[in-house]
């Protein structure tokens, strides 16, 4: 048996969850699969997000409204979470669509983790779910005025839809 040091090298990768990742201000944040204890913080989560209804409707507005949505797409797909300190602060989702293989993906931040680095590392970990899960594409639209989100999802690998771009919505998509 080969000394350790001998060892085929395995490439560094991101997966598996939970992943303890840094953001640019070097605080630890985790993401990690959603758990079904998980649900009444994730409402409250989404309750205090700030603003609401701001990507394409979402989240929506009242706890009942949050309610349901939780309700339609908890039971599909694959869904993590983003945890600092002990709180929810993220979650990502990956949901099946119409196409065989092909995933739509979310991501929703609360206020005080944005514009940190954490949305482009989460965006890495669900692509690497994605791989994990044997999915050949990931798909999303997105505003054209979030700047944010365009610039987390190229630098997560997702490209431009053409003809999509200059549309009230621009999609964006990855092959696996
Ligand atoms: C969209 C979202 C997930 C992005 O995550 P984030 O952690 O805020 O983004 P990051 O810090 O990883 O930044 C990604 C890029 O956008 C840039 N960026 C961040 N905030 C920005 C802003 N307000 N204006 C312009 N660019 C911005 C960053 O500079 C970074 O690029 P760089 O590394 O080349 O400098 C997060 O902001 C969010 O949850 N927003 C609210 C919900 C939402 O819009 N979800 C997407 C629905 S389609």
């Not at 209804?53 to 694959?78: E, Y």
């Not at 739509?104 to 680095?117: D, K, N, P, S, T």
């Not at 050949?136 to 771009?165: C, D, H, M, Q």
Request: proline share 10%; aromatic share 8%.
């Amino acid at each position: 048996m080969p000394a350790l040091a001998d060892a085929p090298r395995v490439p560094a990768v991101v997966f598996p969850i939970p992943a303890h990742l840094l953001d640019k201000e070097g605080r630890m944040f985790t993401v990690r699969a959603l758990a079904p204890a998980d649900r009444p913080a994730l409402e409250q989560f989404y309750d205090n997000f700030d603003p609401k209804r701001a990507a394409q409707g979402l989240p929506p507005m009242g706890l009942a409204r949050i309610q349901r949505w939780l309700d339609g797409v908890l039971p599909n797909g694959s869904h993590l979470v983003v945890e600092r300190d002990g709180a929810i602060v993220g979650h990502a989702m990956l949901l099946p669509t119409e196409r065989p293989g092909v995933n739509e993906y979310a991501i929703f931040l609360a206020q005080e983790v944005r514009g940190q680095g954490v949305g482009t590392q989460v965006n890495r970990v669900s692509v690497e779910l994605a791989r994990t899960l044997d999915l050949r594409g990931l798909w999303l639209s997105v505003e054209p005025l979030n700047r944010p989100a365009l610039r987390s999802y190229e630098k997560a690998g997702f490209r431009f839809v053409p003809g999509t771009i200059y549309s009230p919505e621009i999609e964006m998509e990855m092959a696996l």
